[in-house]
């Protein structure tokens, strides 16, 4: 029961990071048991190499058996820094939300953030790997049981002799969706690669507009989204069972800190 309850409580939290997207020197695995823990900070955090201003989202847990609205932390102090020695320190915006007002996302830098709340402060690295341009998109269909569904074909060209880790943004109609879409190269480093965005609940009409995001991402944050996806049920090929998210947030925090290159593309649902 204690490890139902665990499960339970860690599968809410995630929900919750993946309904809000729109995203090391030290890795660490968090265990959750939001019916008998204090409740946890939870860190949405990214910078890319597209023109700021940046956010941070601050909020907490709550137990599994109460309401899914989850309290924004406010007046809390962050900063980001980043390896040329540029500083930049948060404006808190709204309850929770932050935003950056001078620092810019520039691929090949290494950036820290630093976040301070309560009495105690979580600290996270992120390095920005060079942008990947989208090729070409294309529209596939595969058949689930009696049901059809479309799907979108990523192309695009991996850099050789380099670990590349890649996450797929969704965006239809506008809406970010809210599928975790990853890729690394570890089978097929270089050359043309074709990434395929299935989801058996992604519907996708003739009509629907949809932009894919190619993130760029480092491997902590590539780790994070992985195993959000295996908690959540969708592990993909040849996983280990569901695991807890690892986060690269020192201090206890959930959540992640991601500095990203990205590039897009558009695509008409024939």
Sequence with gaps: ????????????????????????????????????????????ASISDQPGPYYVKLSRTVNFDQTNFFPAVSEAKIVINDDSGNSDSLIETSPGLYKTSVIQGVPGRTYSISITTGGYKYTAVSTMPPPVDVDSLNIETQSFGPNKMKFVDVHFRDSGNVKNYYRFVEVKNGVPQNFIFLFDDRLHDGGPVTSSLVAEEDTLNSGDSVYVLLQCIDKNVFDYFRTIRQASGDPGPQAPS?????????????????????????????
Aim: net charge positive; hydrophobic share 50%.
């Design 1 to 44: 029961m204690k490890n139902r309850s665990l499960f339970h409580g860690i599968i809410k939290t995630i929900i919750f990071l993946m309904i809000s997207l729109f995203s090391i020197s030290c890795e660490k695995i968090i265990s959750v048991d939001l019916n008998s823990t204090a409740p946890q900070l939870v860190i949405e």
């Design 242 to 270: 569901p695991a807890n998210p690892l986060s690269n947030f020192t201090g206890g925090a959930l959540g992640y800190f991601s500095a990203y290159a990205v590039r897009s593309r558009l695509i008409i649902i024939p």
